[in-house]
């Protein structure tokens, strides 16, 4: 049985020992009540254990979650101590309706307070509406025994002294079901499954008070049995259903408190309302004469509907009147709100627009249903708005006399509806500010020409056609900056970049890599590459004019030839070609002869997979209890002459060769590649982007790529990045990781607290964790200090949602002082670090980070 299973050890034990105890017990028992009653003293620990195993559970719960609960835990506690008075004292004085009575009547009732609370939790409760609903029910139960002459109210049989309690007991069976089961018919999503099993509880405590009832009224171990079995049953479900509700409270705004029906209480409540009816039916064709309780009851059942109806229509009207109400707050929500709301049919049909929609749009004097949506814009971003999907998130509108409006787009779509609705927000200005700070990110602000990031980009674009590569650099610079200053050197470069196109084509790339220091791209042979060169020496050794002085400098020049796909490997051999040139007395032109050998410091991906080692280590992450959660793969470089290259070193030389997107790349696959042959499946990985200008064009599908390829779970793998990195990067950055995130990888800022506010960054980037590095939050040796930091950074990331991870631990004492602050993951050296992949398997087999001392 699956139900037996929910349940926790012990409780497995008492249904176990109950049965064998009561079937020990129940033969040996007086059906009169006036021998010893051993089975009552079964039952009475029975409840103990179950009153101690709700107490354990409350004991678990948050205090709001675990307040409904209390009164059952209570009543089985003082059910138990009815149940051992009655079967320790037997005789007169707890025989018929005594103490013991009252104290089991007392705890056996408890269970309606929760059904109360759990009633109120749900959103919109009428208790008036419940109360006559609950009458209604209870008057159709005993109307029903009335009728077939049950006796639970003709205890006509019973011992004249004994009436009365027998009356209670009906009258209790009655109310348990037709309160509990009104009350809990309707519950919250969260707490359907407790409050279902405590339902089932209270019917088996009110079948339980029926059996008692006719073992009173005909005593025998039938009747005694089936008693005992019912409130053993209904002991163990309402501790299955103390177990079975959630350890934190639910507020009423959110979703798991929308009301949601019980099946077990529907029937219930139909079974007694339409019970009342099949009974006078039975009656009747039994030829039986309705009794004047019966007709008083019918009477009672029938008034209590015409107020229930009543309270029906009032709670109707009310309805209608929030709803009106609702309807007219939210239209003067929509006509005042900046942002304009449309609503489109399948056909991009306007059916509504709000006056902010009608001023975006340009609709002037026509009605919304005489306007194609598609009319409004440009016929070039017609196509993708019926194409839908993210490509139709912008679209322009024109506009008379100046340019076109962009608007921003979201839609909301109903399931199964033709409707959509659209939320749009005029970005003109904001599209402009992003494609000037595109353009900034690929311009050298000095001389306005292409800087390194846009020459490495068309240098990493395939191309059919020849190309050749000029570096070049000026010749007596520095003396001009150290004589002059700097304002005359910056007014000299401006004017080596306006010489320098008037010595390539329109079609050509000039690009300022930093300093003194400029290349050209052509379209052509290397025959055109090294005629340019000589033009540029020539027109450098002309004397330049700077701040009122002239200038006689120079310029040498290295020139490589580019093939389809070696755009990188051309630089490096024209940088090693300038070099000569320079060696070989400047103001000449060197073209590079072949491939040239790496420099110290210098590496591109093809020279490292020949010349050395490239491989990956891993830093890993730890909960507070010690378990591995997470690691961060780093790429490290190792030459058998140069020595070893790791992180941000290895970042910077491959930024300074164009391989930035190659080596994340390489480092993107083989990290995943790695991480699925460990044997542990919920081990996430994290992988940061490069610092510096990051080329983020196709981010997202080298991501999926690289998780398909791997098989590695998208939920499994997390990118890291710096404010630095969004900054320098292009503004496609921010989409593609937009992207990202939509297929499951969670997003890290790293380096919290170094850069800009945080909360901007969340009006930007959907961050899923942040990572701060302890050093960075106080002086040196103020480590007090910089956990008071940490806790703060840990709160306020907890209240938005987001993992908080500390690195920089290197001491037991940071540990623990992180682990109090309240930080999810650290990490560090005091925590396992530079690992390989078959060091850290070796860690997860051991089940606790361990770190070699």
């Not at 009732?109 to 009633?119: D, E, M």
């Not at 570096?471 to 200053?485: E, H, I, M, Q, T």
């Not at 590496?603 to 961060?632: F, K, M, N, W, Y």
Request: some cysteine; charged content about 20%.
């Amino acid at each position: 049985m699956s139900w037996l299973r929910e349940l926790p050890v012990q409780l497995r034990w008492t249904v176990l020992l109950g049965i064998a105890g009561l079937t020990a017990a129940v033969p040996f028992s007086a059906p009169d009540g006036t021998g010893m009653q051993w089975d009552e003293l079964v039952l009475g620990s029975v409840a103990t254990s179950c009153g101690v195993l709700m107490l354990r559970r409350l004991a678990t719960m948050e205090r709001a979650a675990a307040r409904a609960w209390w009164p059952p835990a209570i009543g089985a506690l003082a059910f138990a101590v009815a149940q051992f008075l009655a079967g320790s004292f037997p005789g007169p004085e707890f025989d018929g309706f005594g103490a013991d009575d009252v104290i089991l009547l007392a705890g056996a009732t408890s269970p309606l307070i929760t059904c109360a609370i759990l009633a109120r939790r749900v959103i919109r409760t009428r208790w008036s509406a419940l109360a006559v609903d609950g009458a209604v029910v209870v008057a159709s139960i005993l109307v029903v025994t009335e009728v077939l002459r049950t006796p639970l109210v003709s205890p006509a049989n019973a011992p004249e002294d004994l009436r009365s309690l027998v009356l209670t007991y009906g009258a209790y069976a009655a109310l348990m079901l037709g309160s509990a089961g009104v009350m809990c018919t309707v519950s919250t999503a969260a707490m359907r499954r407790a409050a279902t099993t405590l339902l089932v509880g209270v019917s088996l405590q009110a079948s339980a008070a029926g059996a008692e009832a006719m073992a009173i009224v005909a005593p025998s171990w039938t009747w005694t049995a089936v008693s005992d079995g019912a409130v053993a049953a209904a002991l163990l479900a309402g501790t299955l259903a103390t177990y079975r509700a959630p350890l934190r409270a639910v507020g009423h705004t959110a979703r798991d408190a929308a009301p949601q029906v019980s099946p077990v209480g529907l029937v219930l409540v139909v079974a007694a309302v339409l019970g009342m009816p099949a009974a006078l039916v039975t009656g009747v064709l039994q030829g039986e004469p309705v009794s004047t309780g019966a007709e008083l009851g019918i009477a009672v059942v029938f008034v209590l509907m015409a107020v229930r109806l009543v309270l029906r229509i009032r709670e109707d009207s009310r309805v209608t009147e929030d709803l009106v109400r609702s309807e007219e707050d939210f239209r003067e929500l929509v006509e005042s709100s900046s942002d304009g709301i449309a609503l489109i049919d399948e056909k991009f049909r306007l059916l509504f627009t709000s006056p902010a929609a009608r001023d975006l749009l340009g609709i002037d004097g026509r009605t919304d249903r005489d306007v194609s949506l598609l009319e409004l814009l440009l016929p070039e971003d017609r196509e993708l708005v019926r194409a839908g999907g993210d490509a139709a998130r912008h679209f322009r509108v024109p506009v008379e006399g100046a340019a076109p409006r962009e608007l921003e787009v979201s839609t909301s779509e109903r399931p199964g509806g033709a409707r959509r609705v659209l939320h749009l927000r005029d970005v003109t200005t904001r599209r402009l500010r992003e494609r000037e700070l595109e353009r900034m990110a690929y311009t050298d602000h000095l001389t306005g020409v292409p800087n390194r990031v846009q020459l490495f980009h068309e240098l990493g674009v395939a191309s059919e056609q020849p190309r050749a590569l000029l570096v070049l650099d000026l010749d007596g610079f520095k003396a001009v900056n150290d004589l002059s200053g700097h304002e005359a050197g910056d007014q000299l470069l401006v004017e080596v970049a306006r010489r320098l196109r008037t010595v390539v084509r329109d079609d050509d790339l000039i690009a300022r890599l930093g300093g003194d220091e400029f290349a050209v791209l052509l379209n052509g042979s290397l025959a055109d590459g090294e005629d340019v060169a000589a033009r540029v020496v020539d027109v450098m050794a002309h004397p330049f004019r700077a701040d009122g002085q002239t200038f006689a400098i120079g310029a040498s020049v290295g020139v490589a030839v580019i093939t389809t796909h070696n755009g990188q490997a051309a630089f490096r051999a024209a940088d090693a070609a300038l070099r000569e040139a320079k060696r070989a007395g400047k103001g000449c032109v060197r073209v590079a002869q072949g491939d040239t050998p790496l420099s110290s410091g210098e590496i591109t991906l093809e020279a490292a997979q020949v010349e050395g080692t490239t491989s990956i280590r891993l830093d890993a992450a730890c909960s507070p209890d010690g378990r591995i959660d997470l690691v961060h793969a780093t790429p490290v470089y190792e030459h058998p002459v140069r020595g070893t290259s790791r992180n941000l070193e290895l970042w910077t030389a491959a930024e300074r060769y164009g391989q930035t997107a190659a080596l994340h790349r390489w480092l993107l696959r083989e990290a995943c590649a790695q991480i699925t042959t460990l044997d542990d499946e919920s081990l996430v990985l994290a992988v940061s982007l490069p610092p510096g200008a990051f080329p983020a064009d196709g981010l997202a599908l080298e991501v999926a790529s690289a998780l398909q390829d791997a098989g590695l779970p998208a939920s499994r793998l997390v990118l890291s990045f710096t404010e630095e990195t969004l900054v320098t990067s292009s503004a496609a950055l921010v989409p593609e990781l937009e992207a990202v995130r939509r297929t499951g990888v969670r997003l890290c800022l790293d380096g919290y607290g170094m850069g800009h506010s945080i909360w901007a960054l969340l009006a930007r980037v959907p961050l899923d964790m942040l990572r701060v590095e302890l050093a960075t939050l106080a002086t040196r040796d103020d480590t007090d200090r910089a956990l008071t930091v940490l806790a703060s950074i840990a709160r306020t990331s907890a209240a938005v949602g987001l993992v908080s991870v500390a690195g920089g631990i290197s001491t037991d004492e940071q540990r623990d002082g992180a682990v109090a602050a309240g930080i999810d993951l650290l990490h560090g050296r005091a925590l396992p670090h530079d690992l390989g992949i078959e060091d850290l398997a070796v860690q997860l087999a051991a089940g606790r980070a361990t770190v070699s001392r």
